[in-house]
């Protein structure tokens, strides 16, 4: 009988070990056992991780290590990572690593675009790293990559997911411009904790991302998603879900934080999976068109399904 793997994976149950860089996955550690997922293995899951490794683009999927890596990329889903691999940020959350990033290769649109059109996405979502250093964020980039995936794939719908651009109008126009169909902005955690958990970035800045791209395009898709589980409190998520209705967020996706290695946040508290519904009921009655709540919700996360679920429901 083959072993079930699990989350996290250890170096020997990880069944992307021979096509993804040395694991830095943290030690195992004790979970809630909603947290424990099993892992699928197999032919779709492989395929996925040659058209990967093959395009040269990476992936928020590795380069975050998300738990649902083997869930999404045995349905042949992937989350692609531009304008490198490397961060200006270091936010204490996140996986991402964090150094003087190397100019944008300027065939990267055309590797994601064909990269995307070999798994067949049909809703792709392209999220970024935080270009501080350039002189337009990478807006531009962002931009051609979304023109050239159209091209290429002109059936598939497009979720972008850029950093904040310091709420430059300029540089969120730029992407507008290229005509994604949705335009996602985590918010990430409440205020309290932003300067902690994400010290180069505000979150009334945040707040500003969905406000400045109803006022230049205003319908729009717009999304955002929330870690929980990082020491806030429940009055504190109502007040960023009310925050964030308020500045014309359209969908939601609500997640439990999970501490990528030692040296990140420490989880404070694990959500019980009764608990998302309870916040994904409340941010419905908020006026959210769309949410999603549960503990492996991440934003790009069945991020298709999402979208049909938003334009079926009217
Ligand atoms: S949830 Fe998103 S980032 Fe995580 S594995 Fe799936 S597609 Fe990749």
């Known amino acids: 009988m083959l072993e079930e793997p699990t989350w996290p994976p250890t170096e020997a149950t990880d069944p992307m070990e021979s096509t993804s860089p040395p694991s830095r996955h943290p030690p195992q550690r004790r979970l809630p056992p909603w947290l424990r997922k099993t892992l699928p293995a197999g032919g779709e899951l492989r395929r996925t991780a040659d058209i990967v490794a093959r ?9 975050a290590h998300c738990p649902n890596q083997g869930e999404c990329w045995s349905r ?7 304008l490198g691999d490397l961060c200006t940020r270091r936010c204490r959350f996140c996986a991402v690593a964090t150094a003087r ?3 944008p290769d300027a065939n990267e649109p055309e590797k994601l675009a064909e990269a995307c059109a070999a798994l067949g996405l049909r809703h792709v979502v392209i999220t970024a790293v935080a270009r501080d250093d350039l002189p ?9 990559c979304v023109e050239t995936l159209r091209r290429h794939c002109p059936t598939a719908t497009i979720e972008v997911l850029p950093a904040d651009f310091h709420a430059r109008r300029e540089c969120i126009e730029t992407l507008c411009q290229a005509r994604p169909d949705v335009y996602n902005h985590n918010i990430e955690t409440v205020e309290r904790l932003t300067p902690i958990v994400r010290p180069q970035a505000k979150y009334h800045r945040s707040l500003e991302v969905p406000r400045i791209v109803k006022s230049l395009v205003p319908d729009m898709t717009t999304k955002s998603g929330l870690m929980i589980g990082l020491g806030e409190t429940h009055d504190e998520i109502l007040a960023t879900l009310t925050d964030l209705r308020g500045a014309g967020c359209d969908m939601l996706t609500i997640g439990q934080y999970l501490q990528p290695s030692p040296a990140h ?3 404070a508290r694990y959500y019980e999976p009764a ?3 309870a916040l994904g009921a409340t941010a419905r009655e908020l006026g959210f068109a769309q949410v999603a709540a549960g503990p492996f919700v991440r934003s790009s996360y069945h991020a298709a399904e ?3 679920a938003l334009a079926t429901s009217g």
């Open 55 to 63: 395009s040269g683009v990476a992936t928020v999927c590795q380069e």
């Open 76 to 82: 042949r889903t992937a989350t692609f990572m531009i």
């Open 101 to 103: 990033p190397k100019a």
């Open 136 to 144: 337009d964020e990478g807006a531009g980039h962002f931009a051609r």
């Open 265 to 267: 946040a420490p989880v």
């Open 275 to 277: 608990e998302f519904d």
């Open 306 to 308: 999402d979208f049909d």
